[in-house]
């Protein structure tokens, strides 16, 4: 530990703090202005993140301690673990159990007392962690099926075995419940130790075990996970370094009654599931509704992200969906009950229903990704989702055939309220493209508001604070004989969750992301839980920010320029102000400042007065003398600054054939204005696909009318599983039943089906006569007893006569 002179400021507890003389400050390694001791007490740590389950040991960078000292870490101010000191005068701590996701502060003490340095600890979601880091149990079908018929045998698992600081190891079981009653304070997670299965064994990375029935009470534990830990720490220890599996089914373990009638088993737990479902409060009527087609589902960033477990980049290995070839789910839990949407699709695009089939759509009481703030049943991360969601489908579907018991508690939401978003962009040098649709270039050097909804009318999602304040910083492009400018960083905030920016990074096609003025790192984990946001980038040139009213920012880099795409859910139709528009279907006031005058798109000089920024409502980081000196200390729109407006297309300029020939079809003149005006091929035909990319996404969000489900008719069936305008869906009976409502449907523009409902009549007798026979020799009362259609290229009737009431399904 570094020695300082008395008068010498300390970073020891004032992490994030700044000084006249120093700073403690995430800030100060780049502005060159840290304390002295900033690296002891401001703790860097490697690994950063691992699974919320603990068991991770990090240490300490950039900090050396004394190997006689008593280490002690202490997580989210309350949680204590032990920490130590290795035989390089490196510190390690260990991360303790955590039913929450996201950045976990910690601090660290050398004599148990004094907590005087600190870092932060990222919590992840035990199946979006690296696989690498967890146990694999190898073939996993057989251990979730086994003891149904004909699965049997030894189970294997293995691990990598450098991930755990011991020699041998234990390997045990753990259970997961919850506890008190449902929707109440006293409603909780139990994570518990059962038994060990494997004591004192190598760590060598591999083991095998045949399963025996468990004693009572640990075979009424369904749900859990295997974890191998030291066998010098005690059986069940808590909050020691341990590597852990994925949760699963514990049919390996299941009493007796199992094995000699699984299906039997299940169906008797389905039924007291129904029971208890049934006494619970209906989380369905809060839930958001499914897109209606795969384009408009992985076109809504902002609401819905990829399913892992059913990813179509990833193969489409869907072993919950069959049929499906992806699923997304809601990205924000519902607001009550914090309940989750699945979204499930067809190679065709289409919505696949519960009602149709097994691989349909199933929303979740719990979230499979949780919801915050976490902790408390049903919103812990994973584990409520298998507790309330994923368990009762192995009773119902999986370990026996009773779906229906399941699909009524959990069926397929269609799309009949499902409202895409509206989407703007900026590419290029900068283009924009507004909510309305509205197209015109900006090339003011300086701060600007890009999208901002007042307190007032952000009232309607339930927030207090402002929302959506996006704001554009734009600088002189390098190299460029033309006065051009780009958009270099993007920063964000909706009502009080922390600010996110993303800039253009030091390497080429390289993005930035800093959360409240600290660089986020994306080298262990893509997906990041924050304070009232979520940030996803799974390459360095791509970042989605998600936020709780359904906003989605995309930020892409290439060629150098950042493109910005902006999401917003109808909710703010008409509450939205700033260069990306007046999003309320009237491009005439696009441009309207905050005092309500309308700018002419002609006044590109004058656009600035949209975005009144000051250092005070700024949400960017100054952190270097650049940017202090161009945008902190200099005005916010610089007025000096006079960019080219047009550029001259000059016969004798060797680029200008080139550009011609490139830029075609939609999105030319942006193409040939960026070529010309920064002199690259490259630049122009990345603002083509750019705008190309704008216009496709704008495409897969149309409106789409659906018509809901329909069903089949008792005693008969229906082909057709596409529920959208111009769709038809046929009808027909069992043997021994006839048809009675329209034998074929249509979705309407008017979001209605044609015809009548279909319903199958037993008793029924179907012959052939002329209509005129029909007409002339039975009388009209008992006309009223036959159902007749005209049969195609003829001029006879078909018809049933039927003898007993009609058989409705309870559907229709």
């Keep these: 530990v570094s020695c300082l002179p008395s008068s010498a400021q300390s970073c020891a507890r004032s992490c994030g703090e700044k000084f006249n003389t120093c700073s403690c400050h995430s800030t100060c390694e780049s502005l060159r202005d840290c304390c002295a001791d900033y690296k002891q007490f401001c703790l860097d740590i490697e690994p950063h993140s691992g699974s919320l389950l603990g068991g991770t040991d990090f240490k300490i960078l950039n900090a050396t301690f004394e190997q006689n000292i008593n280490l002690t870490c202490r997580f989210n101010s309350e949680i204590l673990t032990e920490g130590y000191v290795d035989e390089s005068g490196v510190g390690h701590c260990i991360t303790p159990l955590l039913y929450e996701l996201g950045w976990i502060s910690f601090e660290v003490s050398t004599d148990g007392v004094s907590f005087d340095r600190s870092g932060r600890w990222l919590s992840v979601h035990h199946s979006k962690l690296s696989p690498v880091y967890k146990i694999s149990l190898v073939n996993a079908t057989q251990w979730q099926y086994y003891g149904t018929p004909d699965v049997s045998g030894d189970l294997k698992m293995t691990w990598i075995s450098s991930l755990l600081k011991a020699e041998r190891v234990n390997i045990e079981l753990w259970g ?13 997670a139990e994570w518990k130790y059962l038994y060990t299965v494997g004591r004192d064994v190598p760590n060598s990375g591999v083991f095998s075990f045949t399963p025996q029935i468990a004693e009572k009470p640990y075979f009424l534990w369904e749900l859990g996970s295997i974890r191998v830990s030291p066998s010098t720490k005690p059986d069940g220890a808590q909050n020691v370094n341990a590597l852990w599996s994925e949760e699963h089914a514990l049919a390996w373990h299941l009493e007796e009654a199992f094995g000699k009638d699984s299906a039997g088993w299940a169906l008797e737990k389905c039924i007291n599931w129904d029971k208890e479902e049934k006494a619970m409060p209906n989380f369905l009527t809060e839930i958001i509704d499914c897109p209606c087609t795969l384009a408009q589902a992985r076109a809504d960033t902002g609401r ?46 289409a919505q696949v ?7 349909g759509s199933t929303p979740d009481r719990g979230h499979d990704w949780g919801s915050p ?64 649709g509205v197209t015109f270039t900006f090339n003011g050097k300086g701060e600007y508001m890009l999208v901002y909804s007042s307190d007032r009318e952000l009232s309607v999602f339930r927030i207090k604070d402002g929302l959506n304040q996006t704001w554009a910083k734009k600088t002189v492009l390098p190299g460029t004989v033309a006065m051009a400018t780009r958009l270099s960083s993007v920063a964000m905030r909706e009502k009080d969750s922390d600010v996110i920016e993303v800039r253009l990074g030091d390497q080429e096609d390289e993005l930035q992301v800093l959360m409240n003025q600290q660089v986020l790192s994306f080298s262990e984990q893509k997906w990041i839980d924050l304070s009232g946001v979520f940030v996803f980038s799974p390459k360095a040139s791509n970042v989605t920010v998600m936020f709780p009213s359904g906003t989605g920012v995309e930020v892409r880099a290439g060629e150098g320029v950042m493109t910005l795409t902006v999401l917003l859910p ?75 407006f047009s550029v001259t297309e000059d016969p004798e300029d060797p680029l200008l054939e080139p550009a011609l020939s490139l830029c075609a079809g939609e999105g030319a003149s942006f193409c040939k204005y960026d070529t010309l005006s920064m002199r690259s091929l490259e630049q122009g035909n990345a603002t083509l696909l750019a705008f190309r990319s704008h216009t496709s996404t704008k495409k897969a969000l149309e409106p789409v009318q659906s018509c809901g489900w329909l069903s089949p008719p008792n005693h008969g069936q229906k082909e057709g599983t596409l529920y959208l305008e111009g769709a038809n869906v046929t009808f027909s009976c069992n043997s021994g039943y006839g048809l009675h409502g329209s034998h074929e449907r249509t979705c309407q523009a008017d979001g209605e089906w044609s015809g009548e409902d279909a319903h199958c009549v037993a008793g029924s007798y179907s012959f052939e006569f002329s209509a005129s026979l029909l007409q002339s020799s039975v009388s009209h009362d008992l006309q009223k007893s036959f159902y007749c259609v005209t049969l195609e290229h003829k001029s006879s009737l078909k018809c049933q006569f039927f003898k007993t009431e009609i058989s409705t399904s309870s559907e229709s």
């Excluded at 179509?312 to 809601?330: K, L, Q, T």
């Excluded at 989702?385 to 269609?414: A, G, M, Q």
Aim: glycine share 8%; with cysteine.
């Design 353 to 359: 229903l519960t009602g149709d089939s097994i691989g």
């Design 176 to 188: 997961y419940n919850e506890t008190g009653e449902v929707y109440s304070a006293n409603w909780e």
């Design 373 to 436: 703030p976490y902790k408390k049943p049903p919103r812990v991360p994973g584990f409520s989702h298998w507790k309330y969601d994923v368990i009762s489908f192995y009773y119902c579907c999986l370990w026996s055939d009773n779906c229906e018991y399941y699909f009524t508690h959990r069926p397929s939401s269609d799309c009949r309220t499902y409202r895409p978003p509206r989407v703007a962009a900026v590419l290029g040098d900068p283009h924009f493209m507004t909510f309305d």
């Design 304 to 349: 819905f992200h990829t399913d892992y477990g059913c990813d179509i980049e990833a193969g489409s290995f869907c072993v919950y969906h069959p049929g499906a070839v992806h699923c997304v789910r809601a990205i924000q839990g519902s607001p009550e009950y914090g309940a989750g949407q699945q979204c499930c699709y067809d190679s065709t695009g």
């Design 570 to 644: 109808h909710d703010l139709q008409n509450h939205t102000l700033g260069l990306l528009g007046t999003m309320n279907d009237d491009p005439e006031d696009d441009l309207t400042s905050s005092n309500g005058a309308v700018i002419s798109l002609n006044s590109s000089p004058c656009f600035s007065s949209l975005g009144a920024i000051t250092n005070e409502t700024s949400l960017f980081t100054y952190d270097s003398t650049f940017l202090l000196n161009e945008y902190y200390y200099a005005p916010k729109h610089d007025p000096s600054f006079i960019p080219n």
